[in-house]
């Protein structure tokens, strides 16, 4: 599935990530972005989702 970056972060708790908000086909999903040059506007496609070990939903994307 590929969408567009709309804002992106970086986290500092735990393990350093990049962070972002990304919109579907009209639905907008906060994910781990895999590569560090990804810049708002850019096309993203979904590479990775499910549950992690706390069952809560994780979601990756990198460059489309």
Excluded: W
């Excluded at 804002?7 to 919109?23: C, P, Y």
């Amino acid at each position: 599935m590929r969408g567009q970056l709309i804002e992106h972060t970086s986290s500092f708790i735990g393990n350093s990530k990049k962070l972002g908000l990304v919109e579907m086909s009209g639905i907008r999903i906060i994910g781990i972005l895999s590569e560090v040059n990804m810049n708002p506007g850019s096309a993203v496609k979904l590479t990775k989702c499910g549950l992690d070990k706390d069952n809560s939903p994780y979601f990756e994307f990198s460059s489309a």
